[in-house]
């Protein structure tokens, strides 16, 4: 049966962050500005890594993949803030709602996969380094990645439409600032088991797989690296895994918190949505470019090449 049969809602109310004028005008200037950092710093991550031959080994191959999912992710969700932030009725309708929910989805799962292949390929350079040109060849790489992509999108299709086959007949006010999961899932007329269980399947499966998967790497990391004499050594190994571990931690801290805690509209959910949808995205090229030296320096390069370039 088609949706669009099944509905009565078409259209969802999203209720925002605030309804005060002079708040919504600070906010905009703020997630406007937010905005514009992290598709700036994702897509220079992106375009530094592409550029600089030093930056072809498979460790920047993941991260420019994962700079530009960044870059997609806050478009998803900062848009559509911005637009009903400066709009009377801030509605959103049902195709843009549940389009806007595969997304988020498929960008987490893409993250969580994405995060812990470079977890893996850590695992490889610290623990197997004489073998690690040859584990983490470019085939292998591609396919860690096309595997990444096609498990979010996949896991962003099946619960979207899981839960598209849901009859909204009202309320159809969103207690939020985006089209999420948990809050759209409370509008619901009809009996939701099939999309809790596919969510709890997707949260213990992919959640706890990603996770084994980065305890597991980063257990095998620290063991070798307590084993090294040289206290360089040492070093060497927990900062350049350091950048990696805090975004894990990030990502992971927020997501669960985020999706744990009950929906309800309360100014905590808030916080830890704007957390996860805003403000995640740009501390992916804040934190690599930070206390990374080989950014730095193929940065600095990139913008020698371009200040010799004539006018």
């Known amino acids: 049966m088609e949706v669009s049969n099944m509905t009565t809602v078409t259209v969802f109310v999203l209720l925002g962050l605030s309804n005060n004028p002079q708040v919504q005008a600070l906010l905009f200037v703020l997630f406007l500005a937010i905005y514009l950092l992290t598709l700036l710093g ?3 991550m992106v375009l530094v890594i592409s550029t600089d031959s030093h930056l072809h080994t498979p460790m920047y191959f993941f991260l420019r993949h994962l700079s530009f999912l960044d870059a997609f992710n806050s478009s998803i969700i900062v848009p559509k803030l911005l637009e009903n932030l400066l709009s009377k009725e801030k509605t959103i309708s049902f195709l843009e709602c549940f389009t806007q929910i595969s997304l988020v989805i498929f960008s987490g799962a893409t993250e969580a996969c994405l995060l812990s292949v470079m977890a893996y390929d850590r695992f490889q350079a610290v623990c197997h380094p004489l073998l690690y040109v040859v584990v983490m060849n470019r085939r292998v790489c591609a396919g860690l990645v096309g595997s990444s992509w096609a498990i979010g999108i996949g896991t962003g ?18 207690r939020s600032f985006a089209c999420e999961l948990p809050p759209v899932l409370l509008l619901t007329c009809s009996n939701p088991c099939a999309s ?24 095998c990391i620290i063991k070798t690296a307590l084993r090294i004499n040289s206290a360089t050594g040492r070093n060497k190994i927990f900062s350049t895994c350091s950048s990696h571990f805090l975004m894990v931690t990030i ?13 309800s509209g309360s100014a905590l959910e808030q916080v830890l949505s704007v957390q996860y949808s805003v403000i995640i995205p740009l501390l992916n090229p804040l934190i690599y470019s930070l206390k990374n030296q080989e950014v730095k320096v193929a940065l600095g390069r990139m913008l020698a090449r371009k200040s010799r370039l004539p006018l």
């Open 42 to 44: 994702n897509l220079l």
């Open 157 to 174: 299709l099946i619960n979207t439409l899981l839960l598209a086959q849901q009859h909204f007949c009202g309320p159809n006010v969103i």
């Open 196 to 219: 809790i269980a596919s969510i709890l399947t997707t949260m213990s499966v992919l959640g706890l797989g990603t996770l084994v998967l980065l305890l597991g790497s980063y257990s």
């Open 251 to 263: 990502f992971y801290t927020s997501g669960v918190l985020r999706y744990v805690i009950p929906a």
